[in-house]
């Protein structure tokens, strides 16, 4: 039984191929293909022009509410910007047009339906909880610190995380805030050490009771831009090689103000190296004065007889005489009886028999401390080379001399250091006195010209490699078909309501026709007509050929 069906579903499977076959076999059909053709080969020829001649196109905002892309594409199809929707759904535009769509969006304040910053507050709802407004403060301020971040120069955007622990009623439990931001930078571009603590002090100022420490600032491609300060030594030594490198550009800026109005911008090139003291000393020293002075005294001394019995005449000082009498000037103090007895030591009793003292000197003591702050000066060495004015004088040893002096001026030259000042006039290399012009290829009309010349080619050789064939075959068919209907009209000799004609009538010839094929004796005259009629009727004798070899097939 299933062999009996196998034919059946075959032939049913090869009645389609059959019926398309004979549907593409049938005159109209046949007559139809070129013409079909071309018109297939300009579509795909107006499709690779469509494709080509199309600009690139450029994200303009990548995630946007439903309203802000109704709002902006309305914005810029009002401005004749054309708008297209990726795959993602963001809105893109040709890239020569995306500057003046952001501009464009900029100026009618677009796309506005994204809150964001503080605006987050004012849509809480009564009652909630105190953690879900905890949280939509420190997502504001997140927002905020971002678009603070993002008006500096060379950042595109930017984004804030903020770590606020719980607050602690036990100070052993106090932790301190941190914040970690992420910077999108422009194209090219880097973050100075100052931005960099800019940023750092920014965030840091903006939360209470965060250090600057706490903070840590990340580029896009992962680079930590805010050192963390555990490496001291390296610290150390990147701030000394910043601090000579900012000595030598200092002394590089005096050096082009001064020269760039006395041989002009481009004419000199000028390096300096500076030998930083970068060393701190500190000394401290102590002297004394060999001289002393009596702090302190203590002792005793006895005289003859202190330890004896008394011993004398009672009444004595009665029988001793008075003291001679001396005269005084009241006009004089110094006459006066004790006057140089105030400011004079006291005298020694006489005849002491032992004495014992003990004396506590102080000496002079001074106490010097020097410290050495870094950043002097040892040794300094200038450098500058002066370009040699093309075709006119070079400069003379006298104008070198004076342009040194005035070198050595303005860096502050100084012999005792050792220092060194060279000046030298030379001619300029080419490749650096003229700019090297941009590309012609890098020009923004390129990229244009291009999509367009090679829409250009493919429509050019489609109509010479397609079209221009199909339209030669068309045309040399119906100069056949034409010829052929005339040769058709044509009587023959001797016949003139013949129901056929010739084909072709040569000069000097007999025109052979259907009639005198039949009508020829023998087989001989009838090879030489059909030689003389398949020469002058070639479309018709292959047509004839054609039927033939059908017919004997069939």
Known sequence: MENALAPIANARLAQPLAQARSFLTQPAVKKSMPLLLLFGLIA???????????????????????????AVSEALTAASIPVRFDSAGAITVAEDDYHKARMLLAGQDLPKAM???????????????????????????????????????????????LATPEASVFVRDQAKPSASVIVRLEAGRTLSDAQVRSIVNLVASSVPGMNADQV??????????????SDQGTSVGDARIDYQRRVEEKYRLQLAKLLTPLVGGGNFSAEVQADVDLDEAQATRESYDKEGVIRAEQGNWQAPGANGAPGGIPGALSNVPPAAASL?????????????????????????????????????????????????????????LLREPEGGKPRSQAEIRQITELVRA????????????TVISRQFSAD???????????????PVAARNATALVIALLVLFLGVRPLAKGLMKKRDEASEAERAAALPLPGQPDGP?????????????SIDMLQNARGYDDRVGLVRGFTRDNPARAALAVRDMIRADAS
């Open 44 to 70: 795909s020829a107006a499709l690779a022009w469509a494709m080509l001649a199309t600009p690139p196109q450029r994200v303009l905002f990548a995630q946007l509410a439903d309203s802000d892309k109704a």
């Open 115 to 161: 809150p964001g910053g503080y605006a987050l507050l004012d849509e809480l709802p009564m009652g909630v909880s105190r953690a879900v407004e905890g949280e939509r403060l420190r997502q504001a301020r997140e927002t905020e610190l971002a678009r603070s971040i993002s008006e500096i120069d060379a950042v595109a955007d930017a984004r804030v995380h």
């Open 216 to 229: 840590t600032i990340v580029d896009q491609m992962g680079a930590l831009l805010s050192g963390n300060g």
């Open 328 to 384: 005084t000037n009241p006009a004089n103090p110094e006459t006066q009886p004790g006057a140089n007895e105030a400011g004079a030591p006291p005298a020694a009793p006489a005849g002491k028999t032992s004495e014992e003292f003990a004396r506590t000197y102080d000496l002079g003591r001074e106490i010097s401390v020097t410290r050495t702050t870094p950043g002097g000066i040892r040794r300094l060495s200038v450098a500058v």
């Open 410 to 421: 303005a860096v502050g030259y100084n012999q005792g250091r050792q220092d060194q000042v």
């Open 432 to 446: 650096v006195t003229e700019s090297a012009a941009p590309a012609w290829y890098e020009a923004p009309w390129v």
């Open 500 to 512: 056929r004609g010739t084909e072709r009538v040569t000069d000097g010839e007999t025109p052979v």
